[in-house]
């Protein structure tokens, strides 16, 4: 028998049209915003945290499906994606690719389907996105808390850390390994066990609540650094991940990512395909505020401070 796959799909935007026996499309922060978004679940009913959205971003549906998951038909496995990042079921290429729409050439070409999802999940506990190294401003290498802390309050997830090493006492060795590692997974994304998935969702809740109490809000300069809950739960996830290793091993595969780009213009669509086509190549691309680096593999070819 295959096993049940059902992938919330969080939307706060735009509602894609995706099949609808293998994702459920739920409005993210339904409960503060201005219009709902027509003919999907909104994370608004039954217990939920909506109108923390602003904070908490794509982890109010991921709530909402922990404590609605009989809403969902208690599936096998429960996933989380984006409606503008998904997973692709079918390639194996890490360099994220683009899509433009959601067609039905589109859905076939990265196996949008319940039964090739199933198949992708049977005999693993955990599918993630393939994971990516930990950087700086300056490209180079750091650990989850220095990273952390180029673009964010870096005092944030050190209070996540400490409170997660109180709770854990027997996994310290773990979360050390984690926190000091050099590749991390990110966007939220993944697809798990039932089980897994409840004490996925317990464990970062229950951090972040408490990570919550302690924190000043008013602190954060911009909308975009109150996203604080959901920035730690990218970083909380590989904690998790080792902690749950610790106590006995677990069989992840990691996919491709895929990224919607919607209404982009055509030179737009060029210049990240000669980027798509360059990291294919082995060619390195890095650029921030301040520095850009050209190179292949560990040689650097170019560099500029802007």
């Not at 496995?77 to 990042?85: A, D, T």
């Not at 393939?130 to 490209?139: D, P, R």
């Not at 992840?252 to 919607?262: A, L, R, S």
Request: with cysteine; net charge positive; hydrophobic share 40%.
């Amino acid at each position: 028998m295959n096993e049940s796959v059902k992938i919330v799909v969080s939307c706060h935007a735009y509602r894609p049209t995706l099949p609808p026996d293998l994702f459920e499309l739920i409005h993210a922060g339904r409960a503060i915003a201005a219009n709902a978004l027509p003919d999907i679940r909104g994370d608004d009913s039954g217990e939920n945290i909506s109108a923390k959205n602003r904070s908490y971003c794509e982890l109010t549906a991921i709530y909402w499906a922990w404590k609605n998951l009989s809403e969902l038909d208690n599936p096998d496995y429960v996933g989380l994606f984006h409606y503008r990042r998904l997973f692709d079921l079918i390639s194996t290429d890490p360099v994220i690719r683009d899509f433009h729409n959601f067609s039905s050439k589109t859905i076939k070409r990265f196996g949008w389907s319940a039964d090739l999802a199933s198949k992708v999940c049977t005999g693993y506990d955990l599918i993630l996105p393939y994971s990516e190294q930990l950087v700086n401003k300056m490209n180079r290498p750091t650990s989850l808390v220095g990273n952390y802390g180029e673009y964010h309050h870096q005092e944030d997830i050190e209070l996540a850390i400490d409170i997660v090493k109180a709770r854990y006492p027997a996994h310290i060795t773990a979360i050390n390994s984690a926190v000091n590692g050099r590749a991390s997974y990110r966007y939220n994304m993944f697809i798990m066990k039932r089980e897994l998935f409840s004490r996925y969702a317990e464990f970062i809740f229950s951090i972040l609540s408490e990570v919550e109490a302690q924190i000043d809000m008013s602190k954060y300069e911009d909308d975009y650094q109150r996203r604080v809950f959901g920035f730690l739960a990218e970083r909380l996830m590989n904690i998790f991940i080792a902690i749950e290793n610790d106590i006995k091993p677990l069989k992840i595969k990691e996919v491709p990512v895929v990224y919607g780009q919607f209404n982009t213009s055509f030179k737009a669509r060029v210049r990240r395909s000669l980027i798509y086509w360059a990291k294919r190549a082995g060619v390195r691309l890095f650029h921030s505020e301040k520095y850009v680096e050209i190179g292949i593999g560990k040689w650097l070819l170019w560099q500029r401070w802007r």
